[in-house]
């Protein structure tokens, strides 16, 4: 099946310890984001890919970072940088940056 | 900053009825506008969309305004159906120049029986 596969489903976390959330997606979209959504809230963009080998910080972007070495793969490290990790973070991809975007299941992250 | 918001947070509406969402933009150079709907524990889908060249576009049972004077846009969705509770999201876009997709803070739809 075709689509964006985001894992795993839930994670915890240690204070202090980095966390890599995974995204792959076999659209062949070459627009690739990252999204945090705090309860009750709309996503903020965190960090967006809109091609391989290039990303561009997104309105959050700091205590995170990524990378964009496959044109499938769009991983996102929470580094102990990020002083408030726990939320639920949203992967999605586009054809381009400026088509709709598909979004995967999401990762909840929680701190203990 | 330039934002895109929303006028209601929560809208409850008996199950048949037609629901109306709203959706206010600030950024005068957004020219596409897509709608998501987001169930509890899921990633947004995918409604529909909308480019400034156009005032309004219909889908199966939803249609979208676009009033760019007021810079405001609405979702209508005709004859609600349970499975329509959830929570609803404009997003703008620009078309050229820095292309980031901004989403505005929902509006949580319920529709009652």
């Known amino acids: 099946d075709g689509g964006i596969t985001q894992s795993p489903k839930y994670l915890f976390r240690k204070e202090g310890q980095n966390v890599t959330l995974s995204c792959e997606q076999n659209?062949?979209?070459?627009?690739m984001y990252w999204y945090r959504q705090d309860p009750g809230q709309g996503l903020r963009l965190i960090y967006y890919?809109?091609?391989?080998?290039?990303?561009q910080k997104g309105d959050i972007a700091e205590g995170y970072s990524v990378s964009r070495e496959k044109k499938e793969s769009f991983p996102l490290t929470v580094t102990s940088a990020q002083k408030n990790p726990t939320a639920f973070y949203l992967c999605a991809s586009s054809i381009t940056t400026n088509t709709e975007a598909f979004f995967g299941q999401g990762t909840r992250l929680t701190v203990v | 900053g330039e934002s895109v918001g929303l006028h209601l947070p929560t809208l409850s509406v008996q199950e048949g009825d037609n629901s109306i969402i709203n959706c206010a933009y600030s950024n005068s150079a957004s020219d596409y506008f897509i709608w998501y709907k987001q169930e509890s524990g899921k990633g947004p889908q995918f409604i529909i969309d909308i480019r400034s060249n156009m005032d309004k576009r219909q889908g199966q049972r939803v249609t979208v305004l676009l009033n760019k004077t007021v810079k405001h846009l609405s979702l209508q969705i005709a004859a609600t159906q349970p499975g329509d509770s959830a929570v609803y999201f404009c997003a703008e876009n620009r078309l050229q120049g820095a292309q980031k997709l901004v989403f505005g803070q929902g509006t949580r739809l319920t529709i009652n029986p």
């Open positions: 890919s809109q091609i391989v080998n290039d990303f």
């Open positions: 659209l062949n979209h070459d627009a």
